[in-house]
C-alpha cells in the first residue's frame, strides 16, 4: 500500500507595519556611511551605482524632501564639526591679535601665520568642492526630479551655502565673536601690504582663497553684485588700499621730488593691475586703478606740478621723460590735461616775457660815448650807437624766441605725444606774450630778422637750409596778431633791400613771399608782388633807354649809364624812403645834381613821358647808388716808380653830388658843411650821414675832414683827400645808418598812427561788405561779423568799429533802423 503527502497551503508574505520607514532610515543609514567615508578621504572601496540606486528609490517612494534634509543635515554638522574645528586650530594668538591691530610681531612672522592659515582654508574648500562634487553625482536623481519640483537649491549649492554660513560666518572661537570671514580679508590684505612693502608672498594662494569668495555669495539670489568678493573683500580691500595712497602720497610729496613721485606713482599703477591679473580679479582692476589715480593723481596734480622740482624744473632743464610722466599721469585723471596745459602755458609766457624784458633792457641800456667827445657829439653818437644796440636787440628777440619754441616743440613731441590740445596751449601761450601790450614791436622785430637774413644771413647756407629759416619766420608770424602793422614794416624793408641791392637773392625773397601768400592769403601780398613787377618793369625800362640813347648816335666815352627804378607810388612805402619822418623833409627842395647827371635824368624824363604820357615822375635821390672813378695823384710804388692809383667807388646818390662838387675845387681849397648843403640841396640828415661815410669812415676817407670828429658840424670844412689809398680798386662805401634798423619812438608812433588810420579804412571796408550782403543787422552782430572778417589782419578795439559805424551813418552808408528793439542798422545802397 502506498502513502501520499497530504496537501500544503501556500501563504503571502508577511507585510511589516512601518516597512517604508524602516527602509528609509536603512537606506540613508547606508548613505551616510558611505558620505562619511567620501568626507574622510576612504571612498575607494564605495559602489557609486549602489550608493545612486539607493538614493533614486528613496526619491521614487515620494521621499524625496527627507532625504535633502538628511544629506542638508550631515552636511552641516560635518563642517560644524570637523572642518572648523580644523580651521580654528590654525588661529594662533600673535595672528587673532594681529588681526585686532594689537601684534607687535614681524613681517616674516605674520606672512608665515598667515600663509599657514590661508593654506588651511584653501585645503578646507577643496576638500569641501571634491566631496560635495561626489555625492552630488550619487544625488543626481534627487537634483532632477525632487529639487526641480521643488524648487529647491541643487544639493552641491546647497552644501556650498553651507560652508559660507558654518564656516567663512561662523564665529572665531567660542570667547571671540568675529567672524572668519573677517580674519581672512585681513590676512589677504595683509598680504598684499606686505608684497606693496617689497616682500614676496604666495599669489596662487591668495588666488585660491579669492576664487572661494567669489564662488559664494551673500544671499540666495547669487547675483554677481552679492558674491561675498564683491560684498566682503573687495570693499576692505578698496578702502584699505585708499588710505594706503593717501598716506603714501603725502610721504613721497615731502620725502621725493616731482619725477621720483611721477615714477612711483606710475610704477603702483602697474602693480595694482598686475595684481588684479594675478592675486586678486580682473574686474576689481578698474576699481583699484581708480583709488590709486585719486589718492596719487587726481588729489595731488596740482601739488605736484607746482612742486620746486615740477613742471617749471623739468621744463627749464629739459627733463623730457619726467614731463611725459606728468603728462601721462595728468591725463589718467582729466582728459583735458588741465593741471600740466596750465603749467606749460604759465612757463611759456613767463619765459616769453623774460625774452621781451631782455630785448627791452638791452635796447634801452645806456651807451658808452668816450668822454672827450663835446655835449652835441656825444648826443648824436649816443643816438646812433642806441639805434644799433636796438636793431641787434631786435634780432637777438626774434632769435631767443625761435629758440624757445624749438624747445617747446621737442617737449611736445617727446613728452606730450605730439597732443594737440597741448599744441593749442602752446600757440596760445606764444601768442599771448609775441602780442603782449607792453612789447608791442613784435612785428617790427620779426621784420628786422627777416632783413637781416634776407640780406646775408642766408650766405652759404643750402636751399633746405634757407626754407627752414624762412620756415621759423612764418612760425613767428603766426603768432603776430598785428598782421597789418608786420606787413608795413615788411613792405618798409623790403623797399631798402630791393632798391640798395642788398638782398642776396631776388628768388628767395620771392620764395618768402610765395610762403606768406599761402599762410596769409593772396590780399597780403598782393603790394609785395608789385614790388617785385615794378622792378621788373624797371629793368626793362633801362634797356629800353639804353637802346634809345645808342640810337641817338652819342658816342661820348664820358656818357653816364643810368639804371633807373620807377616806383607805383602806391605800391612802395614812399613815406620811409627818406630816412626819417617823410614830413620833416617834405618842405625840403630837391637835391642840385650836377650838369651831367641833370642832362640824363631830364632825358630819361622826356624817354618816359613818351611812353606813358600824363604820369610824373619823382626822383628819390636818396635812394639811389653811383658808380664812380676817382683818380688820385702820382705816388711813390714798392719798386720806386710813381703811379696814379685809380679806384672805382661804390657811393650812394647824395654821395656822388657832393664827391663832384670837388672836381674843380683846387687842391689847396676846402668846403664847409654850409657850403655843401648850399650846393647840394641834401637834406641835413642824409648828408651828415654821407659826410660821415666819405671823411670820418676808416677806410673810405676819400674827404679830409676838419676839425676830424665822427660828428658832423655845420662849420666843418672838408677837401679832397689827395693821400687816400685802399687795398682793392673797387671799394664800397656804405651810408652810416642807410640800412634796415629800430625805430626811433617817434617813428615808431608815427608807423603806428599811420597803421590806426589805415586800419579805419579796412574797418569801413568790411563793415559795408558785411552790411551789403545782410542789408540789416543789429548792432552785436555786425561787430561780431567785422570782428571775424578781421581777425587774419589784426584786432580790432570794439570802440573803434563803433566809430567807423558812426561815420558810415554820417556819410549815408547806413542809418539807424527806428523802432528797433535793439540798435540795429541798414544798408543804404
Known sequence: MIAGRGRQRIRPPRRGLHGDEIDFENTWATIEAAFREIHTKNASKLSYEELYRHAYRIVLKKKGEQLYNKVHGFERGWLASEVRASIQQLLSPNLLAEAQGAGATSPNERRVAGEKFLKGLKQAWGDHQVCMSMLADVLMYMDRVYCADHRRIPIYNAAMVLFRDEILNSPISV??????LGLINHVILDQIQMERDGDVIDKQLIKSCVWMLEGLHEDETESEEQRLYNVSFEKDYLDTSRLFYRGESERLLQDSDAGAYCSHARRRIYEEDERCKQTLLESTGPKIQKVVEDELIKNRIHELV?????????????????????????????????????????????????????????????????????????????????????????????????????????????????????????????????????????????????????????????????????????????????????????????????????????????????????????????????????????????????????????KDPKRIELAINVLTSMTWPLESMGGTVAEEEASRPRCNFPLAVEKIKRGFEKFYSQKHSGRQLTWLANMGSADIRAVFPKAVQK???????????????????????????????????????????????????????????????????????????????????????????????????????????????????????????????????????????????????????????????????????????????????????????????
Open 175 to 180: 570667547i571671540d565673536a568675529r567672524a572668519i
Open 306 to 554: 607746482e612742486m620746486e622740482s615740477g613742471v617749471r624744473f623739468m621744463v627749464d632743464n629739459d627733463r623730457l621723460d619726467e614731463l611725459n610722466l606728468v603728462y601721462d599721469l595728468n591725463m589718467r585723471v582729466d582728459a583735458k590735461k588741465t593741471e600740466i596745459t596750465r603749467a606749460i602755458q604759465k612757463r611759456i609766457f613767463d619765459m616769453g616775457t623774460g625774452i621781451n624784458n631782455d630785448a627791452v633792457a638791452a635796447s634801452q641800456a645806456p651807451v658808452s660815448v668816450p668822454a672827450a667827445d663835446p655835449a652835441e657829439k656825444a648826443k648824436g653818437v649816443a643816438q646812433e650807437k642806441s639805434l644799433n644796440q636796438q636793431t641787434v636787440a631786435a634780432i637777438k628777440w626774434v632769435e631767443d624766441v625761435l629758440a624757445l619754441k624749438d624747445k617747446f616743440d621737442k617737449i611736445w613731441r617727446d613728452s606730450f605725444d605730439s597732443d594737440p590740445l597741448l599744441q593749442q596751449a602752446i600757440t596760445r601761450s606764444f601768442g599771448d606774450f609775441i602780442n603782449s601790450p607792453t612789447f608791442p614791436r613784435s612785428s617790427e622785430y620779426i621784420s628786422l630778422f627777416i632783413d637781416e637774413n634776407m640780406k646775408k644771413g642766408i650766405k652759404g647756407k643750402t636751399e633746405m637750409e634757407v626754407d627752414t629759416v624762412l620756415e621759423k619766420a612764418i612760425v613767428l608770424l603766426r603768432y603776430v596778431q598785428d598782421k597789418d602793422l608786420f606787413e608795413r614794416y615788411y613792405k618798409k624793408h623790403l623797399c631798402r633791400r630791393l632798391l640798395m641791392n642788398k638782398s642776396v637773392s631776388n628768388e628767395v625773397e620771392k620764395q618768402m613771399i610765395s610762403k606768406m601768400k599761402i599762410e596769409l592769403g593772396n590780399n597780403f601780398t598782393l603790394k609785395l608782388e608789385a614790388m617785385f613787377k615794378d622792378m621788373t618793369i624797371s629793368e626793362e625800362l633801362t634797356a629800353g633807354f639804353k637802346k634809345h640813347v645808342d640810337g641817338l648816335g652819342e
Open 639 to 829: 719798386d720806386g716808380s710813381f703811379k696814379e692809383r685809380r679806384h672805382d667807388l661804390n657811393v650812394s646818390t647824395y654821395g656822388m653830388v657832393i664827391l663832384l662838387l670837388f672836381n674843380e675845387l683846387p687842391t689847396d681849397k676846402y668846403l664847409t658843411f654850409e657850403e655843401i648843403q648850399a650846393q647840394t640841396n641834401i637834406p641835413h640828415s642824409d648828408l651828415v650821414r654821407n659826410l660821415q661815410s666819405l671823411a670820418v669812415a676808416p677806410k673810405t676817407r676819400i674827404l679830409i675832414k676838419e676839425p676830424m670828429s665822427k660828428d658832423v658840424k655845420p662849420t666843418d670844412r672838408f677837401s679832397f683827400n689827395e693821400s687816400f689809398s685802399g687795398k682793392f680798386v673797387k671799394i664800397k662805401v656804405g651810408v652810416v645808418s642807410g640800412g634796415n634798423k629800430v625805430e626811433s619812438d617817434r617813428e615808431r608812433r608815427e608807423t603806428e598812427k599811420k597803421n590806426d588810420d589805415s586800419r579805419q579804412f579796412c574797418i569801413e571796408a568790411a563793415v559795408v561788405r558785411i552790411m551789403k550782403q545782410r542789408k540789416e543787422l543789429q548792432h552785436q552782430q555786425l561787430v561780431a561779423e567785422t570782428l571775424g572778417q578781421l581777425n587774419g589782419q589784426f584786432k580790432p578795439e570794439v570802440t573803434m568799429i563803433k566809430k567807423r559805424i558812426e561815420s558810415l551813418i554820417e556819410r549815408e552808408y547806413l542809418e539807424r533802423i527806428d523802432g528797433a528793439k535793439v540798435d540795429s542798422y541798414r544798408y543804404l545802397a
